[in-house]
């Protein structure tokens, strides 16, 4: 089920190819929706595309393929196929280009804290700095990962996943109930949580004691 602004989006740009033959640009978009950033656009068009109404095709430039429409919405009149969407190039960023991502409270760069999850807390993040997952964010508390540069008080930008690689630094949830922030390393029969900082012992752990909440992406820092 699709929200109003999603839907509006959807048959915004549908009716606009209709009309001209072309795609919106972001900017179009942004004043045909009353939306004030084009950020707002960027979110709309991830969940049409996460459900399936838009698919990002690859080997194109900034294109889209519109795969459905709302349901008692008749496809258009003049094609027996649904159109491709091409849009605008994307201007460079202003100040206005942030993603409301979730704030998921704090996470221990040091001895595991309770993980604590405040669903209704976003921040403002630039959009260079998400990828194509879904992300969130998290205030680091403690100082086991300054080696890596990641500081008491710095907020990371995390990446989805509950898989990662050898050396990746990750958010980690130990035993259902506190959550870590550390770099990942695989042995026999084990999970090594390694810290940043020599103060800091390694964590070992059995692999059913570990699951795999996230990895870094990005990071900023207030002065």
Do not use: W
Not at 15 to 22: D, E, P, S, V
Not at 25 to 35: C, H, I, R
Not at 40 to 63: D, M, T
């Amino acid at each position: 089920m699709l929200t109003r602004k999603q839907r509006d989006l959807l048959m915004f740009i549908n009716n606009y190819i209709q009309t001209t033959g072309l795609s919106p640009s972001f900017e179009e978009m942004k004043v045909g929706l009353s939306l004030k950033s084009k950020s707002g656009i960027h979110r709309l068009i991830s969940a049409l595309v996460e459900r399936g109404f838009l698919e990002r095709l690859p080997n194109k430039a900034r294109a889209l393929e519109i795969r459905k429409l709302p349901e008692n919405v008749p496809p258009p009149s003049n094609s027996n196929s649904l159109h491709t969407v091409s849009e605008a190039p994307e201007q460079p960023q202003d100040s206005d280009d942030l993603a409301q991502i979730p704030l998921h409270g704090k996470i221990s760069a040091g001895t595991p804290i309770e993980a604590i999850r405040h669903e209704q807390d976003t921040i403002g993040i630039p959009m260079s700095m998400l990828g194509a997952q879904p992300c969130y964010a998290l205030t680091v508390e403690g100082d086991s990962m300054t080696k890596a540069g990641i500081m008491d008080g710095d907020i990371l930008v995390i990446e989805k996943c509950d898989r990662a690689n050898d050396g990746e630094i990750v958010v980690a949830l130990v035993d259902e109930e506190e959550v870590t922030l550390k770099r990942l390393r695989r042995e026999v029969g084990s999970i090594v949580l390694m810290p940043e900082n020599d103060a800091y012992q390694p964590l070992r752990l059995t692999p059913d004691r570990v699951r795999i909440q996230g990895r870094l992406r990005s990071l900023f820092r207030s002065y």
